[in-house]
């Protein structure tokens, strides 16, 4: 689940795990949601490559292994994203592909 906050003119999306921080900046919950991606890991940030539309956000997770998300420049900058933030990578996709050494 998700808390969606607002503070000020600013409305923030939070994981449940987060909401408490998000509360302490001052947000205000107006609403809780659920989605429908079944693929959600915790992870840390590692790095976030800005470029002048997208953002290029590698995460770690807890076992080390790493994942890369593009996401819009926008959308990195105004969820203040930084080294060390704990954060949950959602995965939504209908093509996902499972490879095997044989």
Known sequence: MLALFVGGEQVTCCSMLAAQMCQAKGGRSIMTLQFSARNRLQATVKAVKLGDVMAEVTVA??????LVAAITRTS????QLQPGDRVVAIIK????MVGKEI
């Open 93 to 96: 996709s209908t093509e996902v």
């Open 61 to 66: 997770l807890p076992d080390g292994q790493e």
């Open 76 to 79: 990195a900058e105004s969820l």
